[in-house]
């Protein structure tokens, strides 16, 4: 299986559209999760897919 790396620089500057809040890059699950939100964004071919729609919700236990 190939992985893609998000770019160091991007994640620098990415928030989470609906918190604008941080995101950490879970590099297993290839998702930008946002904790606040409670949303893991998808990232495919190494392109962040930053709609609330495509996200996945997370449970923080």
């Known amino acids: 299986m ?4 998000v770019d160091p620089k991007l994640l620098d500057i990415l928030v989470c559209p609906v918190t604008k809040g941080p995101l950490e890059y879970d590099t297993e699950a290839q998702e930008l999760v946002s904790k606040k939100a409670g949303l893991a964004f998808p990232v495919r071919d190494g392109i962040p897919i930053m709609l609330p729609d495509e996200a996945r919700r997370i449970d923080e236990d």
């Open 2 to 5: 190939v992985t893609s790396e």
